[in-house]
């Protein structure tokens, strides 16, 4: 058995950490990598490996929609998503997006590894530290968020606000009005209880969205 991976992560010495321990997995072949959405999806097409390892936030475009893609055209390939975040909105899209696993990034070793294997077998995996916090069970495509849980969309705009950008860099950034831009932050501060931007700002730096 040989299982074929491809890595797309924007961060390089991620990337060269997830390289260089699925090497020593002599039954791991690593059949390419990039840190962007348009390669990416290019070069699963192509390569058509057996498991993709996908972060979440990538150079030109979203993890969560290169995932659905290929989960559209490529019923063989896997996904399994790795991500410093641990939001249950970045988890259930995920999966409804066609993701077959989800791991934080702190992940170890042996669980990238079992992870892997039992993905490729057409199980479905979700890291121990996820599980603790009962994410899993609110992956149902019938269940809306409850009302104080943040959007992809959201937690995209807050990154951006964590990063510095301003309100019209966010909106060219996502191809996005300002306006609405605003009405996302209006409703994230009045979901996370807080008074204004430059606390907001302080939350999403604690939350690691940088």
């Not at 939001?87 to 999966?95: E, L, S, T």
């Not at 995209?156 to 996502?174: N, R």
């Amino acid at each position: 058995m040989n299982i074929t991976i491809y890595i797309v992560e924007d961060h390089q010495l991620v990337s060269d950490a997830w390289m260089s321990l699925l090497k020593q997995i002599k039954d791991f072949t690593i059949v390419g990598r990039t840190d962007n959405a348009e390669d990416a999806l290019r070069d699963i097409i192509e390569l058509v490996p057996d498991i993709v390892l996908m972060d979440i936030n990538i150079v030109g475009g979203s993890g969560i929609e290169v995932t659905s893609k290929i989960s559209e055209l490529l019923l063989r390939t896997r996904v399994i998503g790795l991500s410093i975040h641990d939001d249950i909105a970045f988890v259930k899209y995920f999966f409804l997006n066609g993701a077959s696993g989800y791991l934080s990034k702190n992940t170890s070793k042996k669980e990238l590894e079992l992870a892997i294997r039992e993905v490729y077998r057409g199980e479905t995996f979700v890291s121990k530290d996820i599980k603790d916090k009962q994410f899993f069970n609110t992956i149902d495509s019938d269940t809306e968020l409850p009302q104080k849980e943040l959007t992809i969309k959201e937690i995209e705009i807050i990154k951006l606000i964590a990063q510095g950008f301003k309100y019209q860099e966010i909106a060219d950034k996502l191809s996005i009005s300002k306006r609405t831009v605003d009405a996302h932050r209006s409703n994230i501060l009045k979901k996370l209880n807080v008074p204004n931007a430059a606390q907001l700002s302080t939350y999403a730096k604690n939350k690691g969205y940088t």
